[in-house]
Protein backbone atom coordinates (compact mmCIF):
# COMPACT_ATOMS: atom_id res chain seq x y z
CA UNK A 1 0.00 0.00 0.00
CA UNK A 2 1.23 3.40 -0.93
CA UNK A 3 1.55 5.80 1.87
CA UNK A 4 -0.12 9.25 0.62
CA UNK A 5 1.61 12.36 1.59
CA UNK A 6 1.29 15.77 -0.62
CA UNK A 7 4.68 17.08 0.52
CA UNK A 8 7.61 15.11 -1.53
CA UNK A 9 10.01 14.59 1.29
CA UNK A 10 13.13 13.06 1.46
CA UNK A 11 14.51 10.93 4.74
CA UNK A 12 15.77 13.77 7.12
CA UNK A 13 19.13 12.53 7.21
CA UNK A 14 19.27 12.10 3.10
CA UNK A 15 18.28 15.73 3.10
CA UNK A 16 21.57 16.72 5.57
CA UNK A 17 23.54 14.35 3.42
CA UNK A 18 22.39 16.36 0.25
CA UNK A 19 22.72 19.62 1.83
CA UNK A 20 26.27 18.40 2.85
CA UNK A 21 26.57 17.32 -0.71
CA UNK A 22 24.81 20.59 -2.10
CA UNK A 23 27.39 22.19 0.04
CA UNK A 24 30.27 20.73 -0.97
CA UNK A 25 29.82 21.29 -4.85
CA UNK A 26 29.25 24.85 -4.43
CA UNK A 27 32.28 25.31 -2.47
CA UNK A 28 34.45 22.65 -5.11
CA UNK A 29 32.86 24.93 -7.69
CA UNK A 30 33.84 28.64 -6.04
CA UNK A 31 37.84 26.88 -5.14
CA UNK A 32 37.69 26.38 -8.77
CA UNK A 33 36.23 29.69 -10.34
CA UNK A 34 38.26 31.62 -7.93
CA UNK A 35 41.43 29.75 -8.80
CA UNK A 36 40.75 29.98 -12.42
CA UNK A 37 39.77 33.60 -12.09
CA UNK A 38 43.46 33.93 -9.42
CA UNK A 39 45.67 32.13 -12.19
CA UNK A 40 43.82 34.16 -15.16
CA UNK A 41 45.20 37.22 -13.07
CA UNK A 42 48.63 35.81 -12.11
CA UNK A 43 49.13 35.29 -15.69
CA UNK A 44 47.88 38.92 -16.48
CA UNK A 45 50.24 39.96 -14.14
CA UNK A 46 53.69 37.82 -15.76
CA UNK A 47 52.69 39.18 -18.96
CA UNK A 48 52.44 43.04 -17.61
CA UNK A 49 55.57 42.73 -16.26
CA UNK A 50 57.18 41.17 -19.02
CA UNK A 51 56.31 43.63 -21.18
CA UNK A 52 57.17 46.22 -18.36
CA UNK A 53 61.39 44.76 -18.78
CA UNK A 54 60.96 44.50 -22.62
CA UNK A 55 59.92 48.44 -22.31
CA UNK A 56 62.42 49.30 -19.74
CA UNK A 57 65.06 47.49 -21.94
CA UNK A 58 63.99 49.27 -24.81
CA UNK A 59 63.85 52.59 -22.98
CA UNK A 60 67.59 51.79 -21.58
CA UNK A 61 68.11 51.17 -25.62
CA UNK A 62 66.49 54.73 -26.03
CA UNK A 63 68.42 56.28 -24.06
CA UNK A 64 71.61 55.45 -25.16
CA UNK A 65 70.64 56.16 -28.93
CA UNK A 66 69.48 59.67 -27.44
CA UNK A 67 72.70 60.11 -25.87
CA UNK A 68 74.34 58.97 -29.05
CA UNK A 69 72.49 61.05 -31.33
CA UNK A 70 73.11 64.23 -29.03
CA UNK A 71 76.73 63.70 -29.69
CA UNK A 72 76.37 62.86 -33.19
CA UNK A 73 74.76 66.25 -33.40
CA UNK A 74 77.22 67.96 -31.74
CA UNK A 75 79.85 66.21 -33.91
CA UNK A 76 78.19 66.90 -36.64
CA UNK A 77 77.60 71.00 -35.80
CA UNK A 78 81.24 71.03 -35.10
CA UNK A 79 81.98 69.03 -38.45
CA UNK A 80 79.67 71.54 -40.11
CA UNK A 81 81.49 74.74 -38.70
CA UNK A 82 85.07 73.20 -40.08
CA UNK A 83 83.58 72.48 -43.05
CA UNK A 84 82.09 75.91 -43.76
CA UNK A 85 85.48 77.37 -42.36
CA UNK A 86 87.50 75.07 -45.08
CA UNK A 87 85.02 75.99 -47.96
CA UNK A 88 85.42 79.49 -46.94
CA UNK A 89 89.09 79.59 -47.70
CA UNK A 90 88.82 77.77 -50.34
CA UNK A 91 86.10 80.32 -52.34
CA UNK A 92 88.56 83.06 -51.05
CA UNK A 93 91.77 83.25 -53.14
CA UNK A 94 95.25 83.95 -51.48
CA UNK A 95 96.52 87.21 -51.42
CA UNK A 96 99.97 85.60 -52.05
CA UNK A 97 99.09 84.14 -55.28
CA UNK A 98 97.94 87.55 -56.60
CA UNK A 99 101.45 88.97 -55.11
CA UNK A 100 103.26 86.05 -56.93
CA UNK A 101 101.60 87.25 -59.86
CA UNK A 102 102.57 91.29 -59.51
CA UNK A 103 106.04 89.78 -59.10
CA UNK A 104 105.91 87.65 -62.06
CA UNK A 105 104.89 90.74 -64.34
CA UNK A 106 107.78 92.44 -63.31
CA UNK A 107 110.77 90.24 -63.84
CA UNK A 108 112.12 91.81 -67.26
CA UNK A 109 112.97 89.24 -70.02
CA UNK A 110 116.55 88.24 -69.19
CA UNK A 111 116.02 87.28 -65.83
CA UNK A 112 114.76 84.38 -64.23
CA UNK A 113 113.04 83.83 -60.65
CA UNK A 114 114.33 80.71 -59.40
CA UNK A 115 112.54 80.26 -56.01
CA UNK A 116 110.37 82.61 -54.12
CA UNK A 117 109.54 81.54 -50.83
CA UNK A 118 106.68 83.42 -48.60
CA UNK A 119 105.62 83.57 -45.23
CA UNK A 120 103.24 85.25 -42.57
CA UNK A 121 106.38 87.75 -42.07
CA UNK A 122 109.33 87.28 -44.02
CA UNK A 123 109.51 86.75 -48.32
CA UNK A 124 112.73 85.85 -50.03
CA UNK A 125 113.35 85.61 -53.46
CA UNK A 126 116.01 83.93 -55.74
CA UNK A 127 116.41 85.22 -58.94
CA UNK A 128 119.51 84.69 -61.62
CA UNK A 129 120.03 87.72 -63.81
CA UNK A 130 123.05 89.29 -65.75
CA UNK A 131 124.10 92.05 -63.20
CA UNK A 132 123.26 93.89 -59.75
CA UNK A 133 121.73 96.50 -62.01
CA UNK A 134 119.46 94.26 -63.09
CA UNK A 135 118.68 92.62 -59.63
CA UNK A 136 118.36 96.25 -57.60
CA UNK A 137 116.04 97.48 -60.31
CA UNK A 138 113.80 94.54 -59.41
CA UNK A 139 114.31 94.78 -56.12
CA UNK A 140 113.20 98.36 -56.06
CA UNK A 141 110.44 97.68 -58.19
CA UNK A 142 108.89 94.82 -55.99
CA UNK A 143 109.56 97.04 -52.33
CA UNK A 144 107.06 99.25 -54.34
CA UNK A 145 104.35 96.85 -53.78
CA UNK A 146 102.41 97.46 -50.37
CA UNK A 147 102.59 94.68 -49.19
CA UNK A 148 106.52 94.25 -48.65
CA UNK A 149 108.78 96.32 -46.89
CA UNK A 150 112.45 96.52 -45.99
CA UNK A 151 113.30 94.42 -49.42
CA UNK A 152 117.25 94.33 -49.97
CA UNK A 153 120.25 92.16 -51.78
CA UNK A 154 121.56 89.74 -49.03
CA UNK A 155 124.01 87.96 -51.16
CA UNK A 156 125.47 87.44 -54.45
CA UNK A 157 126.32 84.05 -55.57
CA UNK A 158 128.01 83.65 -59.40
CA UNK A 159 126.21 81.31 -61.54
CA UNK A 160 127.32 78.47 -63.94
CA UNK A 161 125.88 80.72 -67.60
CA UNK A 162 127.92 83.95 -66.94
CA UNK A 163 125.14 85.68 -64.63
CA UNK A 164 124.62 85.71 -60.84
CA UNK A 165 122.21 84.41 -58.65
CA UNK A 166 120.70 87.12 -55.99
CA UNK A 167 119.17 86.66 -52.39
CA UNK A 168 116.63 89.27 -51.46
CA UNK A 169 114.93 89.15 -48.50
CA UNK A 170 112.28 91.40 -47.15
CA UNK A 171 109.53 91.56 -44.67
CA UNK A 172 105.90 91.25 -45.65
CA UNK A 173 103.99 94.08 -44.30
CA UNK A 174 100.36 92.36 -44.73
CA UNK A 175 98.94 89.91 -47.13
CA UNK B 1 16.96 30.04 5.50
CA UNK B 2 14.17 27.89 8.35
CA UNK B 3 15.40 25.08 6.15
CA UNK B 4 18.95 25.81 7.04
CA UNK B 5 18.45 26.94 10.73
CA UNK B 6 16.27 23.11 11.04
CA UNK B 7 19.30 21.60 9.13
CA UNK B 8 22.09 22.87 11.15
CA UNK B 9 20.15 21.76 14.41
CA UNK B 10 20.10 18.47 13.33
CA UNK B 11 23.54 18.65 12.32
CA UNK B 12 24.21 19.48 15.72
CA UNK B 13 22.42 16.75 17.24
CA UNK B 14 23.99 14.46 15.16
CA UNK B 15 23.39 12.58 11.65
CA UNK B 16 22.08 9.24 13.55
CA UNK B 17 19.76 11.04 15.57
CA UNK B 18 16.41 11.32 13.78
CA UNK B 19 13.96 14.51 14.55
CA UNK B 20 11.62 14.41 16.97
CA UNK B 21 7.61 14.58 15.30
CA UNK B 22 4.90 16.68 16.35
CA UNK B 23 1.71 14.95 14.96
CA UNK B 24 -1.25 17.08 14.60
CA UNK B 25 -4.44 16.62 13.74
CA UNK B 26 -6.17 19.51 12.66
CA UNK B 27 -10.33 19.17 12.26
CA UNK B 28 -13.00 21.90 12.01
CA UNK B 29 -13.40 21.62 16.31
CA UNK B 30 -10.12 21.35 17.76
CA UNK B 31 -6.30 20.83 17.03
CA UNK B 32 -4.96 18.03 18.88
CA UNK B 33 -0.88 17.67 18.78
CA UNK B 34 0.86 14.87 20.35
CA UNK B 35 4.60 14.11 21.03
CA UNK B 36 5.58 10.41 20.60
CA UNK B 37 8.45 8.44 20.37
CA UNK B 38 9.58 4.85 20.05
CA UNK B 39 8.98 2.82 23.14
CA UNK B 40 10.27 -1.07 23.97
CA UNK B 41 6.51 -1.89 22.85
CA UNK B 42 5.46 0.61 20.40
CA UNK B 43 4.98 4.61 20.39
CA UNK B 44 5.82 6.04 23.78
CA UNK B 45 3.43 9.09 23.84
CA UNK B 46 5.08 11.54 25.71
CA UNK B 47 3.04 14.61 25.47
CA UNK B 48 -0.43 15.71 24.39
CA UNK B 49 -2.42 18.55 24.11
CA UNK B 50 -5.81 19.53 22.76
CA UNK B 51 -7.04 23.58 21.29
CA UNK B 52 -10.20 24.39 20.05
CA UNK B 53 -11.03 26.47 17.48
CA UNK B 54 -14.04 28.95 19.10
CA UNK B 55 -12.81 32.62 17.11
CA UNK B 56 -12.70 31.04 13.25
CA UNK B 57 -9.56 29.99 13.47
CA UNK B 58 -9.86 27.13 11.27
CA UNK B 59 -12.59 27.01 9.02
CA UNK B 60 -13.23 24.96 6.20
CA UNK B 61 -9.76 23.21 5.92
CA UNK B 62 -8.73 26.98 5.64
CA UNK B 63 -6.32 28.51 7.86
CA UNK B 64 -7.87 31.59 9.08
CA UNK B 65 -5.17 32.46 11.35
CA UNK B 66 -1.77 31.07 11.21
CA UNK B 67 -0.17 32.90 13.61
CA UNK B 68 -2.70 31.51 16.29
CA UNK B 69 -2.04 27.92 15.20
CA UNK B 70 1.39 28.57 14.39
CA UNK B 71 2.12 29.38 18.16
CA UNK B 72 -0.40 26.28 19.02
CA UNK B 73 2.86 24.49 17.44
CA UNK B 74 5.77 26.45 18.65
CA UNK B 75 4.15 26.63 22.31
CA UNK B 76 4.02 23.04 21.97
CA UNK B 77 7.27 22.28 20.89
CA UNK B 78 8.86 24.72 23.75
CA UNK B 79 6.80 23.81 27.02
CA UNK B 80 8.03 20.07 26.09
CA UNK B 81 11.51 21.05 25.47
CA UNK B 82 10.97 19.23 21.70
CA UNK B 83 14.06 20.52 19.64
CA UNK B 84 15.00 19.45 16.36
CA UNK B 85 11.33 19.03 16.09
CA UNK B 86 9.07 18.29 12.34
CA UNK B 87 5.65 17.91 12.13
CA UNK B 88 3.19 15.69 10.37
CA UNK B 89 -0.29 17.22 9.78
CA UNK B 90 -3.97 15.39 8.84
CA UNK B 91 -6.19 17.49 7.19
CA UNK B 92 -10.24 16.95 7.29
CA UNK B 93 -12.86 19.19 6.16
CA UNK B 94 -14.91 19.87 3.35
CA UNK B 95 -12.19 21.08 1.07
CA UNK B 96 -10.14 17.90 1.03
CA UNK B 97 -11.96 15.78 -1.66
CA UNK B 98 -11.64 11.89 -0.94
CA UNK B 99 -13.39 9.24 -2.47
CA UNK B 100 -13.72 5.31 -2.66
CA UNK B 101 -13.07 4.18 -6.14
CA UNK B 102 -13.74 0.45 -7.68
CA UNK B 103 -11.87 -0.10 -10.49
CA UNK B 104 -11.73 -3.29 -12.85
CA UNK B 105 -7.75 -3.41 -12.41
CA UNK B 106 -5.63 -3.39 -9.68
CA UNK B 107 -2.61 -1.46 -11.70
CA UNK B 108 -4.27 2.17 -12.80
CA UNK B 109 -2.31 4.54 -14.69
CA UNK B 110 -3.08 7.82 -13.55
CA UNK B 111 -5.11 8.90 -16.22
CA UNK B 112 -7.62 5.78 -15.35
CA UNK B 113 -8.18 7.69 -11.96
CA UNK B 114 -8.41 11.24 -13.81
CA UNK B 115 -11.75 12.66 -12.19
CA UNK B 116 -13.51 16.31 -13.29
CA UNK B 117 -13.44 16.89 -9.14
CA UNK B 118 -9.51 16.12 -9.26
CA UNK B 119 -8.92 19.17 -12.04
CA UNK B 120 -6.86 21.72 -9.93
CA UNK B 121 -6.03 19.51 -7.41
CA UNK B 122 -2.94 17.86 -5.61
CA UNK B 123 -3.68 14.39 -5.71
CA UNK B 124 -2.64 10.96 -5.10
CA UNK B 125 -4.37 7.43 -4.73
CA UNK B 126 -3.55 4.19 -2.72
CA UNK B 127 -4.44 0.58 -3.54
CA UNK B 128 -7.17 -0.38 -0.73
CA UNK B 129 -7.27 -4.10 -1.34
CA UNK B 130 -9.58 -6.20 -3.73
CA UNK B 131 -13.89 -5.42 -3.52
CA UNK B 132 -16.11 -7.81 -1.88
CA UNK B 133 -18.29 -7.31 -4.80
CA UNK B 134 -15.77 -7.07 -8.38
CA UNK B 135 -12.41 -5.12 -8.80
CA UNK B 136 -10.52 -3.24 -7.03
CA UNK B 137 -10.79 -0.49 -4.38
CA UNK B 138 -8.99 2.69 -4.18
CA UNK B 139 -8.57 5.65 -1.99
CA UNK B 140 -8.23 8.79 -3.97
CA UNK B 141 -7.59 11.95 -2.04
CA UNK B 142 -7.04 15.91 -3.24
CA UNK B 143 -6.28 19.29 -2.00
CA UNK B 144 -6.40 22.50 -3.38
CA UNK B 145 -2.53 23.52 -4.37
CA UNK B 146 -3.24 27.00 -2.16
CA UNK B 147 -4.38 25.28 1.37
CA UNK B 148 -1.70 22.60 0.78
CA UNK B 149 0.78 25.89 0.63
CA UNK B 150 -1.42 27.74 3.59
CA UNK B 151 0.56 24.35 5.45
CA UNK B 152 3.52 24.90 4.12
CA UNK B 153 3.84 28.34 5.21
CA UNK B 154 2.40 27.64 8.58
CA UNK B 155 5.89 25.35 8.28
CA UNK B 156 7.71 28.13 7.76
CA UNK B 157 6.10 30.87 10.08
CA UNK B 158 6.20 28.07 13.39
CA UNK B 159 10.00 27.47 12.38
CA UNK B 160 8.81 23.91 12.69
CA UNK B 161 9.49 21.93 9.09
CA UNK B 162 6.32 19.70 8.08
CA UNK B 163 7.18 15.98 6.51
CA UNK B 164 3.91 14.58 6.60
CA UNK B 165 0.86 16.65 5.07
CA UNK B 166 -1.61 14.27 4.49
CA UNK B 167 -5.79 13.46 4.81
CA UNK B 168 -7.12 11.96 8.17
CA UNK B 169 -8.16 9.02 6.82
CA UNK B 170 -4.98 8.15 5.55
CA UNK B 171 -3.56 8.20 8.70
CA UNK B 172 -6.06 6.08 10.36
CA UNK B 173 -5.94 3.47 7.78
CA UNK B 174 -1.77 3.35 8.88
CA UNK B 175 -2.74 2.80 12.54
CA UNK B 176 -5.23 0.33 11.15
CA UNK B 177 -2.15 -1.32 9.76
CA UNK B 178 -0.27 -0.82 12.45
CA UNK B 179 -3.14 -2.31 14.92
CA UNK B 180 -3.34 -5.78 12.79
CA UNK B 181 0.41 -5.65 12.29
CA UNK B 182 1.64 -9.13 11.16
CA UNK B 183 -1.94 -10.22 10.08
CA UNK B 184 -2.83 -7.23 8.17
CA UNK B 185 -4.37 -8.42 5.19
CA UNK B 186 -5.71 -5.47 2.41
CA UNK B 187 -9.31 -7.42 1.79
CA UNK B 188 -10.11 -7.38 5.56
CA UNK B 189 -9.44 -4.02 4.97
CA UNK B 190 -11.83 -3.31 2.60
CA UNK B 191 -14.44 -5.55 4.10
CA UNK B 192 -13.74 -3.84 7.55
CA UNK B 193 -13.91 -0.15 5.94
CA UNK B 194 -17.70 -1.47 4.11
CA UNK B 195 -19.04 -2.40 7.55
CA UNK B 196 -17.95 0.88 9.04
CA UNK B 197 -19.40 2.61 6.04
CA UNK B 198 -15.94 3.86 5.21
CA UNK B 199 -15.63 5.62 8.79
CA UNK B 200 -12.84 3.63 9.97
CA UNK B 201 -12.32 5.50 12.83
CA UNK B 202 -15.39 3.96 13.93
CA UNK B 203 -13.77 0.74 14.21
CA UNK B 204 -10.75 1.25 16.75
CA UNK B 205 -12.14 1.34 20.29
CA UNK B 206 -10.48 3.06 23.23
CA UNK B 207 -8.79 -0.11 24.31
CA UNK B 208 -7.51 -1.29 21.19
CA UNK B 209 -5.48 2.14 21.37
CA UNK B 210 -4.20 1.78 24.31
CA UNK B 211 -2.83 -1.70 24.28
CA UNK B 212 -0.86 -0.53 21.34
CA UNK B 213 0.65 2.76 22.88
CA UNK B 214 2.61 3.39 25.88
CA UNK B 215 1.24 6.37 28.10
CA UNK B 216 1.49 7.63 31.93
CA UNK B 217 -2.25 7.84 33.61
CA UNK B 218 -2.10 11.65 33.35
CA UNK B 219 -2.43 11.91 29.87
CA UNK B 220 -4.66 8.59 30.03
CA UNK B 221 -7.15 10.51 31.79
CA UNK B 222 -6.51 13.80 29.80
CA UNK B 223 -7.16 11.99 26.29
CA UNK B 224 -10.70 9.47 27.11
CA UNK B 225 -12.49 11.30 24.74
CA UNK B 226 -10.02 11.82 22.44
CA UNK B 227 -9.01 8.22 20.97
CA UNK B 228 -10.56 8.49 17.78
CA UNK B 229 -7.96 11.58 17.02
CA UNK B 230 -5.38 9.76 19.29
CA UNK B 231 -5.41 7.49 16.36
CA UNK B 232 -4.66 9.50 13.77
CA UNK B 233 -1.58 11.03 15.36
CA UNK B 234 -0.10 7.60 15.82
CA UNK B 235 -0.94 6.80 12.34
CA UNK B 236 0.79 10.18 11.30
CA UNK B 237 3.82 9.53 13.74
CA UNK B 238 3.66 5.98 11.91
CA UNK B 239 3.93 7.73 8.50
CA UNK B 240 6.21 9.92 9.86
CA UNK B 241 8.87 7.15 11.14
CA UNK B 242 8.57 6.38 7.78
CA UNK B 243 10.76 8.88 6.28
Redesign the interface.
Known amino acids: MKDINFINNQKPNKEILNWIKVSLLLIVITICTMSIITVKQLLKISAIKQEIREYTYKKENLNDALKKKNNLKKQQKKLKKQYDAINKLKSTPKKSFALLENIYKVIPQNTTLKSISITKKNINLQVSCPDEKIANWLAKQISDFPQIKNLKLASITKSNNNGFIFDIKGKINKL | MISLRS ?1 WE ?2 RTG ?2 K ?2 DIISAAISPQKLTLSWMQKGSQGPELKAYETFSFKNLEFEKSIVFNPTKISSFLKNFAKENSIKNA ?1 FAISICGPTIFEKILTLSTSTPEKKDLNLKELKNL ?1 W ?5 GPSVKNGFEF ?1 I ?1 G ?1 KREI ?1 FQY ?1 LLGIKSGIK ?6 AK ?1 AQ ?2 FY ?1 YLKGENFR ?1 NQLVIDLQNSNYNIQSIFTPETIAKKIELNQNIEAEIKEDYPLLATNIGLFL ?1 GN ?2
Open positions: TRLLKRPTKDYTYLYCMLKPVVITTTIEKQLKL
